[in-house]
């Protein structure tokens, strides 16, 4: 059985700093790009920050460029999000998501695998 479990969220002051991982059980996870979504409620979903299946390519949402950094250890199954000076408006829940033969869309639909999904409040 193949899932892409998360950790890391929690509450977080605004202009703090969180890190979000997300590691795949059961799947070859060289074979897939992964992406970092969030959703606010009402809202349509949106990729933050994707990368290639090699790391060595990654895409981010104008909203976070500067202050999110993706990145992932394909020899541990393990991709990241690092995520510094938070406002507000960052507070959604955040998803992992995995693209296989993929290229890193921004498209929540190309994403085959997705992780339950992790909270993060960001107080002001």
């Not at 890190?19 to 969030?38: D, K, P, Q």
């Not at 393990?78 to 921004?106: H, I, R, W």
Request: net charge neutral; proline share 3%; glycine share 12%.
């Amino acid at each position: 059985q193949v899932e892409l479990v998360e950790s890391g969220g929690g509450l977080v002051q605004a202009g703090g700093s969180l890190r979000l991982s997300c590691v795949a059980r059961g799947a070859t996870f060289i074979r897939y790009a992964m992406g970092w979504f969030r959703q606010a409620p009402g809202k349509e979903r949106e990729c933050v920050a994707s990368i290639e299946k090699n790391g060595d390519s990654t895409r981010y949402a104008d909203s976070v460029k500067d202050r999110f950094t993706i990145s992932r250890d394909n020899a541990k199954n393990t991709f990241l999000l690092q995520m510094n000076s938070l406002k507000p408006e960052d507070t959604v829940v955040y998803s992992c998501a995995g693209e296989f033969e993929g290229t890193g869309s921004s498209r929540p639909i190309k994403y085959e695998l997705w992780g339950q999904g992790t909270q993060v409040p960001v107080s002001s």
